[in-house]
C-alpha cells in the first residue's frame, strides 16, 4: 500500500497551494480517507476527511478556506487551500482507512509566510 502525498511548499499569507495524495495498493473506493497536519512540536491534528459516500467533514480552524475531495477512478484525494495562514505551516499527511486500518503517507510540507 502507498500514498503519496505532493504540492507543497512555500507560500506567502492568504495565497493557495493545492495537494494531492496518490494512492495505490488498496481499493481506494472502500476507504475513508483523510487529510491531517502536524506542526513542529504539536500533534498531528485532523484537518478534513472524505468518506466512501461522498460526505466531507472539515475542521472548524479550515472550514470556509480548505476543500477536502477525492476522484476515486483515479486513486486520488486532494485538499485545495485558500486563505493560508502562517499558523497552517506543517507537514500535510494523508490518510485512508477502513475500519481499524490506517494507511499512511510521507507527507508534504507546506509552509506559509507571513
Known amino acids: 500500500v502507498q500514498l503519496q502525498a505532493f504540492g507543497g511548499g512555500l507560500v506567502q499569507a492568504g495565497g493557495s497551494l493545492n495537494l494531492s495524495c496518490a494512492v495505490s495498493?488498496?481499493?481506494?473506493?472502500?476507504?475513508?480517507m483523510g487529510w491531517y497536519r502536524q506542526a513542529p512540536g504539536n500533534q498531528r491534528e485532523l484537518v478534513a476527511r472524505?468518506?466512501?459516500?461522498?460526505?466531507?467533514t472539515h475542521a472548524n480552524f479550515v472550514k470556509g478556506r480548505f476543500t477536502i475531495s477525492r476522484d476515486n477512478a483515479k486513486n486520488m484525494g486532494y485538499l485545495q487551500m485558500s486563505s493560508l495562514k502562517p499558523e497552517d505551516t506543517a507537514v500535510y499527511y494523508c490518510n485512508a482507512h477502513w475500519r481499524q486500518r490506517h494507511y499512511w503517507g510521507q507527507g508534504t510540507l507546506v509552509t506559509v509566510s507571513s
Open positions: 472524505a468518506f466512501t459516500d461522498g460526505t466531507t
Open positions: 495498493g488498496i481499493i481506494f473506493s472502500m476507504h475513508g
